[in-house]
């Protein structure tokens, strides 16, 4: 199965963004924390009860200021803590999976910045388990820029060595490659459950440089690979674009056909 649906509600705030995004015949929706956890525990209880009448399905974004690298210890705290309000109000929206960046190479060796990573998630896994919110799962994200954190073969090892769930942003790795790449190779190494990340992308030598409106002609080489696998996978899918619902609705279409 794959559910595909915009990353964000368009600005309609959460409650009429699931009911929008369902009238456009999607059941999938990702809550944008990205610029602060600014939702309290009830406000959260009434938007998972709206996506459960809906019969819908809610992930979220934690915010970008998250560092599990740093070197500083209060930044390690405070990224911890907005990864921690994410998942908190995800339980309390039934969220499924909450998304994040998880953080920085700052010049470092790649061994040293996974370690560190790796430790912060597993205390964070048992953080969430200790609460009993752990029906909702970290995702970390793979990164866009060369100077992030989290390219496929990371996320792929922290998933095996810490039980988290992971994030394929198809786009970032579109960047990060440069513009080359062979979804169906990618796919292989893949679990049979993901979250993804999806939508049109420029990118420069370092990666990167920002999402664009996703075309039926960028989705294509996609698209013919996970329609191959529909059936046997458990996927979702966000579109990230400047216009997400219009280019989500625009991917399922693609997608049923
Ligand atoms: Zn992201």
């Known amino acids: 199965m794959i559910l595909i649906g915009p990353g964000g509600s368009e600005g309609l705030g959460a409650e009429k963004g699931i009911t929008n995004t369902k009238e456009h015949g999607l059941n999938l929706m990702e809550v944008e924390f990205t610029h602060g956890v600014n939702m309290n525990n009830e406000k959260a209880k009434i938007i998972g009860d ?19 690298a740093s070197e500083e210890k209060i930044k390690v705290e405070a990224s911890k803590k907005r990864i921690l309000d994410s998942v908190e109000r995800g339980y309390h929206m039934s969220a499924k999976y909450v998304v994040f960046h ?7 060796d790649k061994e040293v910045v996974y370690q560190k990573i790796k430790e912060e998630i597993i205390e964070l896994i048992k953080i969430i388990k200790e609460n009993g919110w752990d029906k909702v799962e970290l995702a970390p994200e793979i990164t866009g820029k060369h100077s992030a954190f989290g390219d496929l073969d990371e996320l792929l090892r922290l998933k095996k060595e810490t ?13 990060r490659n440069l513009g080359k790449i062979d979804y169906a190779q990618v796919i292989k190494k893949l679990p049979k459950k993901f979250h993804a990340h999806f939508s049109g992308i420029t990118f420069t030598e370092k990666g990167e440089r920002m999402h664009i409106d996703t075309t039926p002609e960028f989705f294509k080489p996609l698209r013919d690979e996970l329609k191959k696998i529909e059936d046997t996978h458990q996927i979702t899918i966000i579109n990230e674009s400047p216009q997400p619902l219009r280019d989500a609705v ?8």
């Open 50 to 68: 709206i996506a459960k009448k809906n019969n819908f399905l809610l992930t979220i974004h934690a915010p970008y200021f998250i560092n599990l």
């Open 163 to 175: 039980g988290c769930q992971i994030t394929i942003d198809f786009s970032h790795l579109y960047a």
């Open 102 to 108: 998880p953080g920085f190479y700052q010049g470092r």
């Open 250 to 257: 625009m991917m399922r279409e693609e997608l049923n056909k």
